[in-house]
């Protein structure tokens, strides 16, 4: 490339080259066309979901989740012999007439330069770190993967990182990671635990068929759709204080500014009472470990303990 195409900018916390030639630009576009089957930069990955495709969820499919992160594609090809790994912005910004594309030094074997296509998402963490998210491969090393299924284009990919790819020092500024897949029958699990772990944003559900001839399906979550469960704890430490009638204890939670009431505990036998009273020898206002009890409907004190729980975790 005429290094006048280029200009430096910074990537991620790194200095990189930035395509900023229009007619180098329609160059590269034209090249990812004519050798990776007439795809273009712009083209959807997904159809967004309506009612007139809630049929197509019928079909057997995977599923994996849209991070909050901006679409991408990773195009590795030579130019003048000089390999060259290429990150498109699928969209245009406002007043542009090409979409941003940076040069990264990717470090991949010669042959994954022979024209390979990748479907990517550009993610910043909470923490404002960044990493380029593979999703999909559209062709590797020249050749069509457009009939083969998407549990062998991951497995593909996941080979592709672990022999014909080499980590540097670029690789700690915006690593390479592999989306993860599930069935569909882990869908409450994806909600419930695996989101509540992700340090990024997601923004809905990918369908994406098995059978290839099928269209993948995007549903975006809708604001206030997911309600993520709490994790149910077994065990509740409350702080416990005595009351005026014999085996009677109300029992306290740390609230946003100060202690709050939560309930009377649950007493339930004579071994139970002795324990609790042989707290308060020892301390005025101790703290307690309680299990729920279903019969009694309330808590129930097992040990002693240091740190009182907050309102929120139950």
Request: aromatic residues 14%; hydrophobic residues 30%; contains cysteine.
């Amino acid at each position: 490339m005429d290094p006048s195409s280029l200009t430096k900018t910074k990537f991620s916390g790194k200095t990189v080259d930035n395509v900023t030639n229009n007619e180098l630009k329609k160059f590269i576009l034209d090249d990812v066309k004519l050798k990776c089957g007439g795809i273009q930069y712009n083209s959807r990955y997904a159809k967004v979901y309506n009612e007139q495709y809630s049929s197509n969820l019928n079909n057997p499919h995977i599923i994996c989740l849209k991070s909050s992160g901006t679409p991408y594609l990773l195009y590795c090809t030579q130019i003048n012999g000089v390999n060259y790994c290429l990150l498109i912005d699928k969209k245009v910004k406002a007043g542009y007439d090409y979409p941003t594309i940076f040069v990264t030094p990717y470090k991949f074997n010669s042959e994954i330069f022979n024209g390979t296509l990748f479907e990517t998402e550009l993610v910043r963490t909470k923490n404002n770190k960044w990493f380029l998210l593979l999703a999909d491969v559209y062709y590797y090393k020249s050749n069509s993967c457009k009939n083969k299924s998407i549990l062998d284009r991951v497995n593909m990919i996941h080979i592709m990182l672990e022999k014909e790819y080499d980590q540097d020092s670029f690789c700690d500024v915006c690593p390479i990671q592999v989306k993860k897949y599930f069935d569909y029958s882990e869908r409450e699990y994806i909600i419930d635990e695996f989101m509540p772990n992700l340090d990024y944003g997601t923004r809905g559900f990918y369908f994406v068929p098995l059978k290839c001839s099928y269209s993948k399906i995007l549903y975006l979550f809708k604001q206030g759709e997911l309600k993520v469960k709490k994790e149910k704890k077994d065990t509740v430490n409350f702080m416990i204080q005595k009351t005026m009638k014999r085996d009677v204890y109300d029992l306290y939670l740390e609230g946003p500014n100060n202690i709050v009431k939560h309930s009377i505990a649950c007493i339930p036998n004579l071994k139970c009472s002795m324990m609790v009273r042989k707290l308060f020898d020892e301390a005025d206002n101790p703290i307690v470990e309680c299990k729920y009890n279903g019969k009694f409907e309330k808590w129930e004190p097992l040990k002693k303990t240091d740190k009182i729980s907050k309102v929120d975790d139950i």
